[in-house]
T-cell receptor
């Protein structure tokens, strides 16, 4: 299996621009998670989906952030408008179930907002 | 709430042992341990599902005391390849009755010197 796929791997943008991050989970995994990692706050869960339905978005920092999962093999995390404090590494992960199932992480997208 | 990891950092010589602790303030379904190397995604090490359980592979093992809501990761006869940041992720419950996804500690930085 190819594992969790994320794109782009790196993104540099200017403040105010829209940013879209993409994720393809492992085939057959029913759960998809979006995390953000910064030095100050560590790894934070932003939102997770079960069978394409958002279950818990309490970690989404602001209305500028939105996530969708139109089908079982694709999810997006959008930031509009972006701000410098959004600079971080964004990871997507997927798992067969919840709880007590292993989460497999994608390689991450390094976002820099200037 | 975010689990608390200790110590924050450890420097060892190759062949020495280390223990990393993870403590939560809430009841847990499970504890997950991950290792992350610089610039890479977190990689799953093991999951502990019930109180008193101890698991391990190679020279890395872990225990989970459900009553105390604590887990410890044991690295025996450490190797250079063990260097990285170790995260515990805890699964607790949410008001809806299900699990609430992983909440990660801030990590323990492990440096192994030859």
């Amino acid at each position: 299996d190819a594992g969790v796929i994320q794109s782009p791997r790196h993104e540099v943008t200017e403040m105010g621009q829209e940013v879209t991050l993409r994720c393809k989970p492992i085939s057959g995994h029913d759960y998809l998670f979006w995390y953000r990692q910064t030095m100050m706050r560590g790894l934070e869960l932003l939102i997770y989906f079960n069978n394409n339905v958002p279950i818990d978005d309490s970690g989404m920092p602001e209305d500028r952030f939105s996530a969708k999962m139109p089908n079982a093999s694709f999810s997006t995390l959008k930031i509009q408008p972006s701000e410098p404090r959004d600079s971080a590494v964004y990871f997507c992960a997927s798992s067969l179930g919840l709880p007590q199932e292993t989460q497999y992480f994608g390689p991450g997208t390094r976002l820099l907002v200037l | 709430q975010q689990p608390v990891q200790s110590p924050q950092a450890v420097i060892l010589r190759e062949g020495e042992d280390a223990v990393i602790n993870c403590s939560s303030s809430k009841a847990l379904y499970s504890v997950h341990w991950y290792r992350q190397k610089h610039g890479e995604a977190p990689v799953f090490l093991m999951i502990l599902l019930k109180g008193g359980e101890q698991k391990g592979h190679d020279k890395i093992s872990a225990s989970f005391n459900e009553k105390k809501q604590q887990s410890s990761l044991y690295l025996t006869a450490s190797q250079l390849s063990y260097s990285g940041t170790y995260f515990c992720g805890t699964e607790g419950g949410y008001s809806g009755g299900g699990a609430d996804g992983l909440t990660f500690g801030k990590g323990t930085h492990l440096i192994i010197q030859p």
